[in-house]
């Protein structure tokens, strides 16, 4: 049996293997196919979805509309009396459903569990390679240049659901900038950036992403240019200045305090004053840092949000590491809040949280 494949994240398609699925041009099949495919958690009302699709017509009306559009549909996907006893549409005298089981394989399915998959996976060569598959899937908006003029009902259930899966698709691209970086693979990390700024222009944060990203890379010019256009755009826009934080950034390259090597942000320290004891050496505890720092990435994108606590080596050690942590944290986020205490049992006495 033919698999029919459909991808919504961008212009419309279906396929059936390789070959374009006949019978889907007409607007309302299409936009039936779409939300069917979309919303596949529940059964649907025929009322309910002749008032999604032709809100301005009759009862009578919409639904006459409807069993015409799904007969259309019915045909165009193989639903036939003679098809297999596995349909991909269930129909009954009342309701509509899709079922994503049943010999098709649909984008915006894929891209949800790929996200949740790389969710549940938290960090790592799986959980980048997720994300990877998951933004590769996401080739624009949702249903990009459809529009069903007639409906303002589906209108504004395909602006919100579209808004949603490019919110998804920008926390994915951060998350993966994010991993790119800690791992140094800073040209990875600048087309995962820069595709954020293309999808959303007036995202600061993407900016940051971008702008850091090719300084690291050792592209200082084209770091500070990106600060200008991000500047620009965001005047032209907006109205409004840059952020402290990009502000802080720009400096920091412009000084050179921004450096590609280091455990935590990579961003040097001034020298400071000499200490009237020795400091502490962190020996065998780079490993923790930088995954600290990658809980603490993984929590600005908005994905991961986790209380941390430190135990095993003894208090006094903790507590060095932990201070080391955040200071580093501070220099490149000084937006942060972070706070220590003490828990009642021995095991977890010291715990430390990290608040954008």
């Known amino acids: 049996m ?66 015409y559009a799904l007969s259309d549909l019915r045909r165009a996907v193989g639903d036939t009396p003679v098809s297999p006893a596995k349909p991909i549409l269930r129909v009954t005298r009342d309701t509509i459903r899709l079922d994503p089981d049943a010999g098709c394989r649909i984008d915006v399915r894929q891209f949800e569990q790929l996200c949740d998959e790389a969710r549940a996976l938290g960090e790592g060569e799986a959980a980048c390679e997720a994300l990877e598959k998951a933004v590769a899937l996401y080739r624009g908006p949702l249903l990009e240049g459809f529009s069903l003029r007639d409906s303002a009902a589906f209108e504004d259930w395909l602006f919100w659901t579209r808004e949603q899966y490019q919110r998804k698709a920008l926390c994915a691209l951060r998350r993966l900038v994010a991993m790119y970086e800690i791992a140094g693979r800073y040209e ?122 430190s135990r095993g080596r003894g208090q006094r050690q903790d507590e060095l590491l932990m201070g080391e942590f955040v200071r580093r944290a501070l220099t490149v986020h000084p937006d942060l809040a972070a706070a220590s205490g003490s828990y009642a049992r021995p095991a977890a006495r010291r715990s430390l949280f990290a608040l954008p």
């Open 2 to 67: 033919a698999c029919l494949m459909l991808s919504l994240l961008g212009p419309f398609q279906a396929r059936f293997d390789e070959q374009v699925a006949s019978g889907l041009q007409a607007d309302s099949v299409r936009s039936l196919l779409a939300y069917l495919a979309i919303e596949t958690d529940r059964d649907h009302a025929r009322r309910n979805l002749a008032g999604l699709l032709w809100p301005e017509l009759p009862d009578h009306a919409a639904l006459s509309n409807l069993r």
């Open 188 to 309: 990875a990390a600048q087309a995962a950036a820069r595709r954020q700024v293309q999808l959303e222009p007036l995202d600061e944060e993407a900016h940051r992403q971008l702008i850091r990203t090719l300084a690291l890379g050792g592209q200082r010019s084209a770091a500070l240019r990106q600060v200008e256009i991000c500047r620009w755009t965001l005047a032209q826009e907006l109205g409004v200045e840059l952020m402290p934080e990009t502000v802080a950034l720009a400096e920091a390259i412009r000084t050179g305090a921004l450096q590609a090597r280091g455990p935590f942000g990579h961003m040097r320290s001034p020298p400071p004053s000499p200490p009237a004891a020795a400091a502490p050496i962190f020996v065998a505890r780079d490993r923790e840092l930088v995954q600290l720092d990658n809980y603490l990435a993984e929590a600005l994108t908005g994905l991961l949000g986790r209380g941390l606590h």
